[in-house]
């Protein structure tokens, strides 16, 4: 099965985006460069030396994992559409997180139901998912339980990733998905953007429901297919 994204739709998206982009990552390359010439004054102490080189780097770092998101965004042939079983692409996203779940004290507590059929791009599919997983991982940075549920709820596969963390202000449930938005020091505030543009072109939905120091529930619901449909 392949699916044509629209071409129209995905070059008004990207020249947005190149816009934005090119604003965001001009501020890590002058931040660097201002390090820069700190570093080429003579006299400056070994002490203040490390420091500034190490933001030099962590700026270009920042620069480095803007380009790569938005290089997963733009990659065309990530446009490709097959039959898959959510349930195995979770599992794959939730196995390269595990890790880093473990690193930051984060419990993964995993109920997947078989035969998960949907049809999307599985690059994006993954990417989605560990995503919304590492998200809710970073919401907790005291630790805590990440749960995520997968089920058939009504012809839709339903998945749900919740976090018991810091939780979201309306004011910021309504920013999520903004290019470039983010309250993170190193974020780069492009995950959720392409997660919401990949889920729309699975022509699913996704909701979210949080509340300030109590923790989110980022609900998807994606339209199924049933196992028939695979040859
Ligand atoms: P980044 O992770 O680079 O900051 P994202 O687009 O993934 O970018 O997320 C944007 C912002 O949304 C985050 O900086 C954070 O403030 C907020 N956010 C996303 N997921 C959660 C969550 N599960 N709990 C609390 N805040 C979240």
Redesign the pocket.
Request: cysteine-free.
């Given at each position: 099965l392949r699916k044509q994204i629209q071409h129209t739709d995905k070059m008004n998206t990207l020249s947005e985006l190149a816009a934005s982009f090119a604003h965001e990552i001009r501020n890590p390359m002058t931040v660097a460069r201002g390090f820069m010439q700190f570093l080429k004054q003579p006299g400056t102490s070994e002490e203040k030396r490390q420091i500034y080189t190490q933001m030099v780097l962590d700026e270009i770092d920042k620069a480095q994992s803007i380009i790569s998101n938005y290089l997963v965004f733009a990659k065309p042939h990530l446009e490709s559409i097959e039959l898959v079983d959510a349930k195995l692409l979770i599992q794959q996203a939730l196995n390269s997180l595990k890790s880093y779940a473990v690193r930051c004290q984060v419990d993964l507590e995993i109920h997947l139901d078989d035969k998960l059929f949907i049809s999307t791009n599985k690059d994006k599919f993954v990417q989605c998912i560990t995503?919304l997983c590492k998200?809710?991982i970073e919401?907790m940075p005291a630790g805590g339980k990440l749960k995520v549920i997968g089920c058939i709820q009504a012809n839709q596969v339903s998945i749900n990733i919740i976090?018991h963390?810091?939780?979201?202000t309306n004011e910021?449930i309504r920013r999520?998905g903004t290019p470039f938005?983010?309250?993170?020091d190193r974020?780069?505030?492009?995950?959720?953007?392409i997660t919401y543009k990949a889920i729309q072109t699975m022509k699913g939905k996704i909701d979210v429901t949080?509340e300030v120091g109590k923790g989110?529930c980022f609900s998807l619901l994606i339209p199924s297919l049933s196992s028939s449909s695979f040859h």
């Open positions: 995503q998200n809710g919401a976090d963390g810091i939780g979201m910021e999520l938005y983010s309250t993170r974020g780069t505030g492009l995950g959720m953007m949080s989110t």
